[in-house]
């Protein structure tokens, strides 16, 4: 049989975890709870300390519509607080990074203060000043009663800034990654990071869709450059191992980087203890990615938009002890591949566009393939069918089947 | 010297707005002629979330042959894109062998193929905005590019390019 009406479009001969229903990607509903279920009760990096070098710099984010501000303290503590006004709910920071050392048109020095009524906060999220606040509250409230809210916080693994918005969150940053990070650990833990590159895409395709193309290298058909200087038994040897949580990663192997017309070898400049030329990827649930290739890190982080729409952030971060010499090659190898003119970024891009002009909200509903099996091996789709497993443990929905339709018609048999 | 001045600015002005065609056409071996062997090309941009000077892409003439080149392998977007250039200042150097010159620049896209060619072909997007900072070595009253750094001012640039800005 070549070509298929819809019934018989939809059934491969493959077993419900090897395919995932299109609709994961495109129904509102699914977008709405997987915003109230997953990314309101889990760690999310939100930006790296490097950032906010200096006491009283800020950092402004959002984790499911909710604004964030992460400030430096003169203690030189990160903290995280919701940036929301306790008074009528204005945003109290604008500007998506600076200092409050200095002062603002209503604000004194060394507070966050907001524009509207000049309510001032210290970088503890305590509320220090309410412009008279005796003569219109008497004692009803006082600047004691309304701080900000208070975000868990956690600096980790490579100085990236980790919240949740979930006052109960059960384990601790450590316990939540469950290893998946130790692969690189002293590569990344050993001396402090710094961040040279960031910028963003927004793109009409589910934050999923991303991470799945995190996830699977099959799509390396896809890339010149990772055909060339890749595709090799020691390519084809890498493993994917999955961890607690849904997080996965993949073990490394040399990159022929030398093989590329504009490439050269990169075995001059990597980072403590870590061989020249690997290359380590990590997919963390429910959509990060941290990238260690050859003399470059970077971190993707999704910021999911509509069922339709994500935004995702690419940093590229160096030892923030590097040399000038250094900071310039490592920015060159990060550029040439992931910037926004490199060479695989935009093919990547490329990809989830195309998915996601195929699965608007409303079409057709389809399965989505995710059933290479190869002994984990690198073209196995092992990555993404673990992270689908922890994706159906918070969602309580079957990713093959996710409005129960299957079930139903099968109990009804 | 002030015939040899306004020679000079208008052989600046002509290269300046000659490679915005060749690069809007994807002549780039036209676009290399216009470059010394000393060519430096750099796409830069300021980043307000981390606070830094950053660079995108920078490469001598020779890797911008090969990168050139090597564009028919890669997997791209379909959509041509297409100049609009203001040369602002030309400066000559004291010495008369260099000049500056600061170029206003807004780059839209002419959409092939956009997210779904169906509905989407036809349609112009503004893609970037930002400026072209050259500089110049002079001889006589010719002009050759040593250094081109594309300064960005949009930031978000979503899919991307494999293209030259
Ligand atoms: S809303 Fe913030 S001070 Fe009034
Ligand atoms: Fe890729």
Known sequence: MSAKNHKQWKIPAFEQGDYVDSRIYSDQNIFDEEQDKIFKQVWIP???????????????TSIAKEPIIVVRGKDNEVRAFLNVCPHRGMRIERRTAGSFSDGQPSGNPKHMTCMFHAWQFDMKGNCVDIPRAKEGYQDRLTKENVGLRRLRCEVRFGGFVWVTLNDKVEQDLEAWADGAFECIRSAIDTEPLEVFHYHKAIIDSNYKLWHDTNSEFYHDYMHYHNRVTGFNDEYFARTNKGFKNGHVNVNSFTVQYGEFELGESREDLSFPGFPPNQWYMIDLFPGMNFNLRGSALRCDIVTPLGPNKVMIEFR????????????KTRIEHHNSIWGPFGRNLHEDLLGITGQGASMQTGSEPRRILHGRHENNLIHDEIGMRHFYDEWSKWMGRNPSDPMDEQRKVLAAE | MNAMKAAITAAVTDIVYRSCLYLDNGNWGEFLNLCD?????SIKAYS????????????????LGTLTEMLPKLNSDHSPLRRHASVYTVDIGED???????????VYQNMHDGIN?????GETRLFLVGKYLDKFKIS????LLIEREV????RRLDKGTHHLI
Do not use: W
């Open chain 2, 96 to 106: 008369g062998e260099t000049a500056t010159a600061v170029t206003s620049l807004a």
């Open chain 2, 140 to 143: 006589g009253e010719s002009a």
């Open chain 2, 37 to 41: 062997d000393s060519m430096i090309y």
């Open chain 2, 151 to 154: 300064r960005l001012d949009t």
């Open chain 2, 117 to 121: 060619s169906h509905i989407d072909s």
């Open chain 1, 316 to 327: 590229g971060l160096g030892l923030k002890s590097d040399s000038q010499k250094d900071r």
């Open chain 2, 48 to 63: 307000v979330e981390i606070r830094r000077d950053m660079e995108y892409l920078s490469h001598n003439k020779k890797e």
């Open chain 1, 46 to 60: 939100v930006c790296h300390e490097s950032e906010l070098p200096e006491a009283y710099d800020f950092r402004t």
